[in-house]
């Protein structure tokens, strides 16, 4: 049994018969983090795989003990926020083209983690109120807070009472780039190290927060402190 996230139909958890038999084209085309041409057919409530070709492969993130766990994370997360015979051109865009990254080493992983989390959450539903501040709208200020709990931001003099997350001006920017722009430059941009930390924690916390579970595979990826 293997699940496939696709464009059209979301997730899909399908029988792959033969497909561990050595000899089988199958076998790479239905692997984990294997992008492919699938035929399947559904009998009554079940889908199987009648046929898969190799479109990309991002196998090579196996040698990488910090990229492999960061792509099983990316697994998880779609496990967590795709639904099956629903819709899903754009997370799978998402994904695959944060492997891609990871692959090509154009960016680093923590960098390609805050991204990919942030837009996943505004794709799913959740895309945090960053417009201004939830009191008095002011759109920008040298400091801001943000608040994993509830998604909005505040100016210091709306602050309530509580909130810790403050935030220079350029992580909210970076907020708002990735939440709002479109799909092709949402990797493009870049931010110093401080303001990465900080928006990697944001991103982060806002995603756990919203779902109120724990990863695994986001917990082993925390323990190769990368
Ligand atoms: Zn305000």
């Known amino acids: 049994m293997i699940t496939v996230l696709t464009a059209q139909y979301g997730l899909v958890r399908a029988f792959s018969r033969g497909a561990k038999k050595t000899k089988s084209k199958k076998l790479a085309a239905t692997a984990l983090l294997a992008y492919s041409d699938f035929t399947l057919v559904k009998t009554r409530d079940a889908y199987s795989v009648e046929d898969a070709l190799v479109k990309e492969v991002f196998f090579e993130l196996r040698q990488d003990v910090g990229k492999m766990a960061l792509a099983q994370y990316f697994c998880e997360l779609a ?13 799978l865009r998402l994904f695959l083209n944060a492997l891609w990254l990871l692959k090509s080493d154009k960016k680093t992983p923590g960098f390609i983690k805050a991204v ?6 505004s794709l ?34 709306c602050l309530p009472v509580g909130q810790r997350y403050c935030v220079n001006a350029s992580v909210i920017q970076a907020m708002r780039y990735v ?16 303001a990465l930390k900080k928006f990697s924690e944001l991103c982060e916390g806002y995603l756990l927060h919203k779902t109120q579970r724990k990863f695994k595979t986001l917990d082993f990826y925390k323990t190769l402190a990368l």
């Open 124 to 157: 799913s539903g959740y895309m945090p109120a960053l417009l201004g501040c939830d009191k008095c709208g002011k759109y920008e200020s040298e400091v801001m807070y943000f608040s994993p709990e509830n998604g909005k931001i505040y100016c210091e003099e």
């Open 79 to 91: 496990n967590e926020f795709c639904e099956e015979d629903y819709e899903s051109e754009e997370i």
């Open 179 to 194: 939440s709002l722009s479109d799909f092709e430059k949402i990797f493009s941009f870049s931010l110093k190290e401080d």
């Open 116 to 121: 990919t989390e942030l837009r996943l959450m």
